[in-house]
């Protein structure tokens, strides 16, 4: 991969993108056009077939806006609204779900596990035997805030055993981490173009069953967040409701052709967790200490204690990493001091390296003479990870 003129980011999307990628943007399209409609039906049916959808069961509805627009649009419109759902957080998505579902009048419970640890499967079975009337449990598949992979496998399995509806929200693994609807039970998951798929930002996508789809009619709290009425339409005439993101969906395009050629979800999760090792192994060897024990660390962004070296200040280091062509993430985090370094998008091993290598450099520039955490906050760690 070659080194992009504008510096690379380091981030959880949107993301350092592929010049083939950037260039299918230079052409504007008629929303309405036979042609934009042929894209449109093209990325629906390859993100079905990412998904493994075999058997037709499922459904694609691309909509305008950021992930968290799709998001809304899938509890706005799949959890009734005389519903309940159970909210599995351990970080700012999980809680921005909480948040969404009280905007939106839905009944909700929170299971938060903080930033450490997931949620698992006794736990949700006790919640739900507990709590007869929960319909739904919705889980993020990467929790971005700390980096940590959730075992979305064993909760799919128990929320199916206690027959409620499982909802997604696969924002940042989708394309990368496996989700595949034939051995994971779901209702629905959402992701977004600008995250594994390495497209730019402008659209996410749900992907539900059909028959889920069927009874959202007239459930949705919003017209334009109405995912049975953006389903019906896309069905009908092969359109948007509304103006869509044409450019988005071009650069979608190039970037499905891209994915499919290196090898599809196997092969560019390959990439990100290679990534990932390469950059844990370097920070570790600077002194940095990854919030995440392995079990829990995602391939898609890894946080890092800040270090408790007095001379360490985050926007010093952070402006000494951009100039040296890098642009990193501050933590999102309420109990510790933190930094995060996102492993997705255009980019691999070699740069992983070169982005230690900056680090180093940062720190030095910085009279930082140690980057190791307080003990207070290892302790804190390894106390809830035991």
């Keep these: 991969m070659t080194t992009p ?35 449109t039906a093209q990325l629906r049916a390859a993100l079905l077939q990412i998904a493994g959808d075999e058997q037709g069961e499922y459904d694609c509805v691309p909509l305008q806006g950021s992930g968290s627009y799709c998001v809304e649009a899938m509890l706005g419109s799949f959890v009734a609204r005389d519903g309940h759902a159970l909210v599995l957080a351990n970080g700012a998505y999980g809680k921005r779900i909480a948040t969404t579902l009280r905007y939106l009048g839905r009944q909700h419970t929170v299971h938060d596990t903080g930033d450490y640890l997931p949620p698992r499967a006794e736990d949700v079975e006790r919640l739900l ?4 009337d929960i319909t739904h449990v919705v889980v993020v598949h990467c929790e971005t805030s700390s980096g940590i992979l959730n075992p979305i496998e064993e909760i799919a399995a128990v929320t199916a055993r206690q027959g409620r509806r499982l909802l997604i929200d696969s924002m940042s693994a989708f394309g ?55 389903w ?28 499919a050629l290196e090898g ?11 990534n990932r090792d390469v950059l844990v ?21 890894v946080t890092f204690f800040s270090p408790a070296d007095p001379a360490f200040d985050f926007t010093r280091f952070y402006e000494l990493m951009k100039a040296r062509g890098f642009i990193i993430y501050p933590g999102k985090l309420t109990s510790v001091e933190s930094f995060r ?10 740069v992983m390296r070169r ?27 390894e106390a809830l990870a035991a």
């Design 5 to 39: 003129a504008e510096p690379y980011l380091l981030t959880p999307g949107p993301l350092t993108t592929a010049a083939s990628t950037k260039a299918a943007m230079q052409r504007d399209w008629g929303s309405w056009d036979a042609d934009f409609r042929a894209m």
């Design 129 to 132: 035997v507990a709590n007869p």
């Design 176 to 230: 990368a981490v496996p989700l595949d609807v034939r051995t994971l039970p779901c209702d629905a998951f959402v992701s977004s173009a600008n995250k594994c798929i390495e497209g730019v930002p402008g659209f996410g996508f749900v992907i539900a069953k059909k028959a889920v789809l069927n009874d959202a009619k007239g459930v949705s709290h919003s017209l334009a967040l109405d995912i049975y009425d953006q």
């Design 232 to 259: 019906d339409v896309m069905n009908r005439t092969g359109q948007w409701r509304f103006t869509p993101p044409t450019h988005a969906v071009a650069a979608f395009i190039e970037a499905l052709r891209l994915h």
């Design 264 to 274: 599809g979800q196997p092969g560019r999760l390959a990439r990100y967790a290679r």
């Design 281 to 301: 192994e370097g920070m570790s060897g600077l002194g940095f200490e990854p919030l995440l024990t392995e079990a829990w660390r995602s391939p898609i962004i």
């Design 341 to 350: 370094i996102g492993c997705i998008g255009a980019l691999d091993e070699t």
């Design 355 to 381: 982005v230690v290598a900056a680090c180093g450099e940062a720190l030095r520039t910085l009279g930082v003479a140690s980057a190791a955490p307080a003990a207070v906050d290892l302790g804190a760690r």
